[in-house]
């Protein structure tokens, strides 16, 4: 599965959109973009994914650019609530033997 | 959605003793389970793949003997960490492909358990 790049850590006013980058350079043409978050000391929460058009849904838009080398996560209205750490996840199509590798992902602070 | 349940949430035993975490389909079949460990300010590693019916694949590093996998039905699958030590310590996490439909991105995961070794 191909390997993500994502900041390290970001902040956000509360109330306003934050946008999370992911590069992923190496993906292929059948390799998913996952986008996962996890609240301090809980599992992961499932967010969006795509594999090539913008997919939409009542968490998050998620734009993948055309090349598909990189992705963005948007919260269009982020809350305190939305701080977490923030995984963009790369792999392949159907495979039921699959398993999702987690990155170092990105910390989102949201601020009052 | 997808529901997995995972018990316990918090576990404290003393070093030497054997627990066993239960990760459980609620509304879906799993045929193939995954467990992750965590440990503080890291990411989630994956330690081994959990399929119903046969052994589990452990991955590189991981001592099978020492952590036990079961996946006898299709909605439960048990981790049990023997003889525990401190270093054991950790979060503990599963995950479960919803097969054979792709809901919400083909993976759950179960609220995690935070065991501490004494």
Same mark, same amino acid.
């Given at each position: 599965?191909?390997?993500?790049?994502?900041?390290?850590?970001?902040?956000?006013?509360?109330?306003?959109?934050?946008?999370?980058?992911?590069?992923?350079?190496?993906?292929?043409?059948?390799?998913?973009?996952?986008?996962?978050?996890?609240?301090?000391?809980?599992?992961?929460?499932?967010?969006?994914?795509?594999? *090539?058009?913008?997919?939409?849904?009542?968490?998050?838009?998620?734009?993948?650019?055309?090349?598909? *080398?990189?992705?963005?996560?948007?919260?269009?209205?982020?809350?305190?609530?939305?701080?977490?750490?923030?995984?963009?996840?790369?792999?392949?199509?159907?495979?039921?033997?699959?398993?999702?590798?987690?990155?170092?992902?990105?910390?989102?602070?949201? *601020?009052? | 959605?997808? @529901? @997995?349940?995972?018990?316990?949430?918090? @576990?404290?035993?003393?070093?030497?003793?054997? @627990?066993?975490i239960?990760?459980?389909?609620?509304?879906?079949?799993?045929?193939?389970?995954?467990w992750y460990r965590q440990f503080p300010?890291q990411?989630l590693m994956?330690m081994?793949?959990?399929?119903?019916?046969?052994?589990?694949?452990?991955?590189?590093?991981?001592?099978?003997?020492?952590f036990?996998?079961?996946?006898?039905?299709?909605?439960?699958?048990?981790?049990?960490v023997?003889?525990a030590h401190p270093e054991d310590s950790s979060f503990y996490i599963?995950?479960?492909?919803?097969?054979?439909?792709?809901?919400?991105?083909?993976?759950?995961?179960?609220?995690g358990t935070r065991l501490t070794v004494?």
């Amino acid at each position: 599965d191909a390997k993500t790049t994502q900041p390290t850590s970001m902040d956000c006013a509360e109330g306003r959109a934050a946008n999370l980058p992911c590069n992923h350079s190496t993906i292929s043409g059948n390799e998913y973009v996952y986008w996962y978050r996890q609240i301090h000391s809980q599992g992961p929460q499932y967010i969006i994914h795509g594999l *090539k058009n913008n997919e939409t849904n009542e968490m998050a838009s998620l734009i993948i650019t055309e090349d598909r *080398k990189s992705s963005t996560l948007i919260l269009p209205h982020a809350t305190l609530r939305d701080t977490a750490v923030y995984y963009c996840i790369v792999r392949g199509g159907n495979n039921a033997g699959n398993m999702l590798t987690f990155g170092g992902g990105t910390r989102l602070m949201v *601020k009052p | 959605g997808a @529901v @997995v349940s995972q018990h316990p949430s918090r @576990v404290i035993c003393k070093s030497g003793t054997s @627990v066993k975490i239960e990760c459980r389909s609620l509304d879906f079949q799993a045929t193939t389970m995954f467990w992750y460990r965590q440990f503080p300010k890291q990411s989630l590693m994956l330690m081994a793949t959990s399929n119903e019916g046969s052994k589990a694949t452990y991955e590189q590093g991981v001592e099978k003997d020492k952590f036990l996998i079961n996946h006898a039905s299709l909605t439960l699958s048990t981790l049990t960490v023997t003889s525990a030590h401190p270093e054991d310590s950790s979060f503990y996490i599963c995950s479960a492909r919803d097969t054979p439909r792709d809901r919400g991105g083909g993976y759950t995961f179960g609220s995690g358990t935070r065991l501490t070794v004494v």
